[in-house]
């Protein structure tokens, strides 16, 4: 496995779509730059890279597959309540 960045970015417009769909991807500049946007405009970020591994073999603008819902869920569970924290405070 590399030892290169990756980082994949999930939209979820939960009135308008059944699962989150992929809408960027990369490995190494092109992660790092992901996740600089991210960062700037305050997206929630989570690492899991064997999760990245997974999603970033996904086409771009392709919903997530049912197997992965699961795992995505959690994964959004805990950004909405990190976000409802930091809201908070």
Do not use: T
């Not at 980082?7 to 979820?12: E, H, I, N, Q, T």
């Not at 960027?24 to 992660?31: C, E, H, L, S």
């Not at 994964?75 to 409802?84: D, H, I, P, Q, S």
């Amino acid at each position: 496995m590399s030892d290169r960045q990756v980082a994949v970015a999930l939209r979820y417009l939960q009135e308008e779509e059944y699962a989150p769909r992929v809408v960027a991807k990369g490995w190494g500049a092109v992660a790092e730059e992901i996740l600089r946007l991210a960062r700037k405009h305050n997206i929630p970020i989570h690492p899991d890279r064997d999760l990245a591994q997974v999603l970033v073999k996904l086409d771009l603008g392709q919903l997530i597959p049912p197997e992965l819902y699961q795992v995505v869920a959690e994964v959004l569970a805990y950004l909405y309540r990190m976000n409802r924290r930091a809201a908070q405070s």
